[in-house]
């Protein structure tokens, strides 16, 4: 029951099709390294004008990874000034590990959020390795796959810690 509950949210998120939508970087001002994903954009830090502009566009939720001490500004007020839900999981942003409390606020997150979603963290590495062990976790994508989808969205540094997580041998 779980792994239909699971494919079918996949469904909901992404669309219809065997496997991931195929990552489709974006230029969007104020946003670096900005790739779309289905209902996803992940990347880094939007600035508050891009922000704005994401919201015009219909996006209605935002999860930045950002610790409180990397963002200079409210992000949280600014969103909801727009009328954007806004949730935070700190990592710290030189990620050794990602944690088990981590992986799980993001899947309630990606379950409760309303889409379509904004994703950040400063440059699109951090958000894109939890999304990728999320992928694997929670949504049985194989892990190759969610390795080579989130190296698309931005995962660099971070993953190492990814295929820790994984149980995967550096590649």
Partial sequence: MNRLYGICLII????CGDHLPTPEPMTIAGMPNPVQVGNLLIGGQPSRVALA???ETGYKTVLSVRGKSEVSWDEKMVADSLG?????IEMENLVEEITSE???????LMEAGESPMVLHCGSGNRISGLWAVWLVEHRNV????ALRIASQTGMKE???AVQKRLGLGEN
Avoid: T
């Fill in 142 to 145: 194989p892990p190759e796959e």
């Fill in 102 to 108: 981590q992986v799980e606020r993001f899947a309630k």
């Fill in 158 to 160: 971070i993953r190492a």
């Fill in 53 to 55: 502009q994401l919201a």
């Fill in 12 to 15: 909901i998120i992404f669309g």
């Fill in 84 to 88: 954007m839900n806004f949730f935070s």
